[in-house]
C-alpha cells in the first residue's frame, strides 16, 4: 500500500482556518480507523484527531472544540477542519491508522503556518 496524500496546508493569520485532506490511491475501508498526527522540528510526532468506523471521534486537549475530523468514504478521504487557528498550530501535519500508524504509510505532511 502506498503513503498517504496529504494536502491543504498553508500560511494564515492567527484566528484563520484550513482544511486538510488525506487520501489514498486505494480505498480507505470504512471501518478502517484514522486519525490526523503533527510535527515540528525537534519534536516527536503527536495526535491530533481521530475518527473510527463507526463514527465515534477523538481529539487532543489542544485542538479540541477547534479542530473536527471527517471521512468521505466514497472519496476515500479524510478531513481535518481546522478554525481559529494560533501560532501553536503551525507544523507539518500527516494522516495515517490508528491506533498504531503503520510506517510505510507516512506520507509527506502538509505545513500549516499560523502567523500572529
Known amino acids: 500500500q502506498v503513503p498517504f496524500v496529504e494536502s491543504g496546508g498553508g500560511l494564515v493569520q492567527t484566528g484563520g482556518s484550513l482544511r486538510l485532506s488525506c487520501a489514498a490511491s486505494e480505498r480507505i475501508p470504512s471501518s478502517q480507523y484514522m486519525g490526523w498526527y503533527r510535527q515540528t522540528p525537534g519534536n516527536q510526532r503527536e495526535f491530533v484527531a481521530s475518527i473510527m468506523g463507526d463514527g465515534r471521534l477523538s481529539y487532543s486537549e489542544f485542538v479540541k472544540g477547534r479542530f473536527t475530523i471527517t471521512r468521505d468514504n466514497a472519496k476515500k478521504t479524510i478531513y481535518l477542519e481546522m478554525n481559529n487557528l494560533t501560532p501553536e498550530d503551525t507544523a507539518t501535519y500527516y494522516c495515517?491508522?490508528?491506533?498504531?500508524?503503520?510506517?510505510?504509510?507516512w506520507g509527506q505532511g502538509t505545513q500549516d503556518t499560523v502567523s500572529s
Open positions: 495515517n491508522s490508528r491506533p498504531v500508524p503503520v510506517k510505510n504509510h
